[in-house]
């Protein structure tokens, strides 16, 4: 593990600045951690994965905060494709823009699959691709898109990855094509996907998310979240930016 951690990492420094100026943008993600919080069980030991950048201190209540890279937020310095726990020790994992960073998600669920108690929970909250995202993510955004991709086949530097590698279509092709949700629930059948749902519809892209700027005061979020929520159930498949996925284990 040794040789995977960055102490310092000027890429979660970036992300902290940008969380500290832009209140808009914190009120977005307090709406996701609650999100996240509601589809875990009650109490137990939560782990989050990827919580390097420290934003969920005071949202979501993880016992236990990992990362592949060092921070003063972070107990536990691991990688999540070879999870530091016992069989059985966990009742939730929670990652939030982390499964398009792994160069091998067959590997990280399986080994969810293996850490959860029974009836233990995964939320995942990732980049969501609908043909409007997909112009912003593909055009404008310096994280790879490829839709080509097999979610479940490992990237060539999966075992020593930078942990900004990504494609950030792995959740969407997972868990919105049949091919790949049925081949990953071949490879680990103890993992049964309780909820999908298409999240963020203006909210999030007009923060700017972590870029330098916004066109959207902070007094502006809760109404316009209350707005997306009545409209997600028919535009999200065409114009939602981000899914949140719930799996269980058996
Ligand atoms: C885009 S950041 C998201 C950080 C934070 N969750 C947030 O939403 O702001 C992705 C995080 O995942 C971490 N990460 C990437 N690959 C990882 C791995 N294999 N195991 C554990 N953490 C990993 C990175 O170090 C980084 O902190």
């Known amino acids: 593990m040794a040789g995977l951690a960055h102490g310092g990492d000027p890429r979660l420094a970036a992300r902290r600045a940008a969380w500290e100026r832009k209140p808009a943008l914190r009120a977005v993600y307090a709406d996701y951690y609650r999100r996240m919080t509601d ?44 999870l530091p726990f016992a069989d059985e020790s966990l ?6 823009d982390v499964l398009h960073h792994l160069g091998d998600p067959g590997r990280f669920f399986e080994e969810a699959a293996r850490a959860l108690k029974p009836g233990g929970r995964i939320v995942l909250l990732d980049p969501g691709i609908t043909p409007l995202s997909w112009l912003f993510y593909h055009f404008l955004h ?13 990237a060539a530097n999966a075992d020593d990855n930078d942990p900004f590698e990504s494609n950030q279509a792995i959740p969407t092709l997972l868990f919105k094509r049949e ?3 049925i081949a990953l629930s071949d490879r680990v059948p103890a993992l ?18 972590f870029k330098r ?3 959207l005061p902070e007094a502006w979020v809760a109404p316009l979240l209350r707005l997306e929520d009545r409209l997600l159930p028919f535009l999200g498949m065409w114009a939602a930016w981000r899914l949140l996925v719930v799996l269980e284990k058996r």
Not at 46 to 56: C, P, Q, T
Not at 142 to 154: K, N, S, W
């Open 39 to 82: 589809a875990l069980p009650d109490g137990g030991v939560w782990l989050e994965i990827g919580a390097g950048s420290g934003h969920s201190t005071g949202l979501l209540d993880a016992r236990l905060r990992m990362d592949i890279l060092e921070s003063p937020w972070i107990d536990v310095v691991g990688d999540a494709q070879r």
């Open 91 to 96: 009742d939730g994992i929670a990652l939030l």
């Open 142 to 154: 310096e994280e790879t898109v490829d839709m080509a991709a097999d979610p479940l086949a490992p």
């Open 179 to 181: 091919e790949h949700r």
């Open 192 to 209: 049964k996907t309780v909820e999908r749902r298409w999240l963020s519809l203006f909210a999030y892209p007009l923060t700017g998310g």
């Open 213 to 215: 700027w916004t066109l």
